[in-house]
């Protein structure tokens, strides 16, 4: 069993444990999107600390060729301030999946499935966290629900300090409408100032059905990008609509994927090695974990929207 453990160490190390974090963000379109932006960076500090521009300058105007200039300012910026987020996954290796694993065919088997197994847990948790939850929680990543919102505050900015500090929101449309009042094309024009737009849309698989069939009968476009073909989709307004099991029923999200990055703490992405329970009494059990540390930064939220009461039945 000796060569056994060390050959499972080895091949984890070396083959599997480097992609264990970097395969976790390809699971769900809004990682996968990040990823390809390159909008999942690094960084360290006490807190996430970013600058926003939450009001406009207003000070250009005509004037005449010897008009004197009355100086003044504005306030235009402040900090939003982010807490790390962090997340652990764990995993075992049990005395009878040693025995039965015995052989380096079934070792690397084994450490490939055991490293898919914490890319599958990280992955899941923090989209159930980011899609799934609709309100802010202690120590978790802010999710997509707060930070698309016309109301809540988000990075210790309050709406009320800065009326521009907010997303479109529609809380009561339930039935999907293309174009008109409360339509998609309504909140996706309402989210738009100049260049700056909603890139993507996310949705539910039956919403997503929903708008599909609205669409022109016999008709579907989709998107030439390579990793907008991973994910089933259709296009609306030029934009890939997509789907998501983790995003709450009634919610169709416009999302400008220009404007989030999740931010990971420096060194807290980290995979141990496999390790002896013998201190617990399991001296034949093996353990490993890993960790990640990060939040969700978006420095507008006015060019995202949500829908929330969207029924695919109507």
């Known amino acids: 069993m000796a060569l056994a453990f060390s050959e499972l160490q080895t091949v984890s190390k070396n083959a599997f444990d480097p992609n264990i974090h970097n395969n976790m963000y390809d699971k769900t379109v809004f990682f996968a999107k990040l990823k390809s932006k390159n909008k999942i960076t690094y960084d360290g500090g006490i807190k996430i600390q970013f600058g926003i521009h939450y009001a406009k300058l207003n000070r ?8 004197q200039i009355s100086f003044g300012g504005t306030d235009t910026r402040t900090a939003a301030v982010l807490e790390w987020a962090p997340y652990m996954a764990d995993t075992t290796l049990q005395w009878d999946e040693r025995v039965k694993n015995a052989g380096r065919g079934k070792i690397i088997d084994l450490a490939k499935d055991k490293a898919k197994e914490l890319t599958d847990d990280l992955s899941d948790q923090l989209s159930t966290d980011l899609v799934t939850s609709t309100s802010q929680g202690t120590l978790v990543v802010v999710p997509l629900a ?33 174009y008109g009042t409360t339509s998609l094309s309504y909140y996706y024009n309402a989210a738009t100032f100049g260049s ?64 989030f990055e999740l931010v990971v703490k420096d060194g807290e992405d980290e995979v141990s090695d496999w390790f002896s329970l013998e201190q617990d009494g399991r001296p034949k059990t093996l353990a490993k974990w890993a960790s990640w540390v990060g939040n969700l930064k978006c420095d507008s939220r006015k060019t995202s929207f949500k829908m929330t009461a969207l029924d695919y039945t109507k």
């Open 146 to 178: 707060v930070i698309v919102d016309s109301a809540t505050t988000y990075g210790g900015v309050a709406v009320a300090d800065a009326a521009d500090w907010a997303s479109q929101e529609d809380g009561s449309a339930t039935t999907m409408v293309l």
């Open 60 to 67: 250009a105007k005509q004037i005449g060729w010897r008009d």
């Open 196 to 259: 700056d737009a909603p890139t993507m849309f996310l949705t539910t698989r039956d919403l997503l059905s929903k708008l599909e069939s609205l669409l022109q009968p016999q008709v579907r476009y989709t998107s030439d990008e390579a990793l907008d073909k991973k994910f089933p989709h259709v296009l609306f307004n030029g934009k890939p609509a997509f789907s998501d099991s983790f995003v709450p029923s009634g919610y169709f999200y416009g999302l400008d994927m220009d404007k």
